[in-house]
């Protein structure tokens, strides 16, 4: 027993440090939902408030505490309402995130092989949206699909996306390292001021990026524009080694590595800004 002793003497030494390690972690991961959703504010607001409130009891303004204490469940049901949409999203992250899953990432090759297909069908104007999941598990997407477990080639996309077959108007999902579904129906994004140009595709994509911490790579329909959407932003016309660097530094560092491209034609569109964009296309199904 005198080794079990030492464990449990051990432990009380680092209980500590895991205590706070733990709770760093915990602290760590909230601010990273917060940051890509407009939750932030509200946090920004809630410490205001907490601040007043704190100031009021130590200099013992009455009148002031007696109004927050009147305000503050009214202000949290209306932090709830206005906020809904955020807390939403956080929540569905929250149960989706697989913080601890390996993720088999596809190869440079496997991502050449995607890009290809993509500037293939780019010169013949036909529609594609490819997602590659991340940390976030889209299996909810993909049931909406038919799966197809295939290894990821040229021919097998272009095949997809090609002639008008049941499957190329939805999403192909890329996952580990194989393509594991195509026909997929994606959420549309939920911003108001996208320009009125960008079909379903492209709404689509932004749909998901806003939604989940995939990547999607889509072609314009109309113009053939090859563009990635990431965290809420669309990289827009990007050349097929822009394409490609993007994707993989996307997929292998996430977002503090995907900076907007200093050469070439990609042109980083934030969601709610859209007016540089010259595509044309119609805002039909999936008409771009």
């Keep these: 027993m005198e080794w079990l002793q030492r464990l449990l003497a051990f432990y009380d030494i680092i209980r500590p440090v895991l205590d706070v390690a733990i709770l760093a972690f915990l602290f760590y991961k909230a601010y990273g939902f917060l940051v890509k959703t407009q939750a932030l504010q509200m946090v920004k607001g809630a410490g205001f408030l907490g601040l007043l409130y704190g100031l009021a009891m130590l200099f013992k303004l009455n009148t002031l505490l007696w109004i927050l204490n009147i305000l503050a469940p009214g202000l949290f049901i209306a932090v709830a309402i206005v906020f809904q949409p955020e807390l939403r999203k956080i929540i569905l992250r929250l149960g989706q995130s697989e913080l601890f899953r390996l993720d088999a990432k596809p190869r440079l090759e496997q991502l050449e092989a995607v890009v290809t297909a993509a500037e ?41 996306f090609e002639f008008d077959g049941p499957l190329h108007d939805g999403a192909m999902v890329i996952q580990h390292g194989r393509i594991a579904a195509a026909g997929c129906f994606l959420p549309l994004s939920e911003q108001q001021d996208i320009k009125k140009s960008f079909g379903t595709r492209h709404r689509a994509s932004l749909g998901m990026s806003e939604q989940s911490d995939a990547v999607v790579l889509v072609v314009s329909e109309e113009t053939g524009a090859i563009s990635v959407a990431f965290d809420g932003k669309l990289y827009y016309d990007l050349s097929s080694a822009e394409t490609t660097r993007k994707l993989r530094d996307l997929l292998e560092h996430g977002v503090r590595s995907a900076k907007p ?5 990609g042109l980083e569109v934030p969601a709610l800004d859209l007016s540089p964009v010259t595509d044309t296309g119609k805002d039909g199904l999936l008409g771009n």
Excluded at 129 to 147: A, C, D, H, M, S
Excluded at 261 to 265: K, L, P, T, V
């Design 261 to 265: 491209e200093a050469e070439g034609g």
């Design 120 to 160: 293939l069908l780019s010169q013949k104007r036909r529609g594609v949206l490819v997602v590659f999941p991340r940390r976030v598990n889209l299996k909810n997407i993909i049931e909406t699909g038919t799966r197809i477990n295939g290894e990821i080639s040229s021919s097998l996309i272009v095949a997809v």
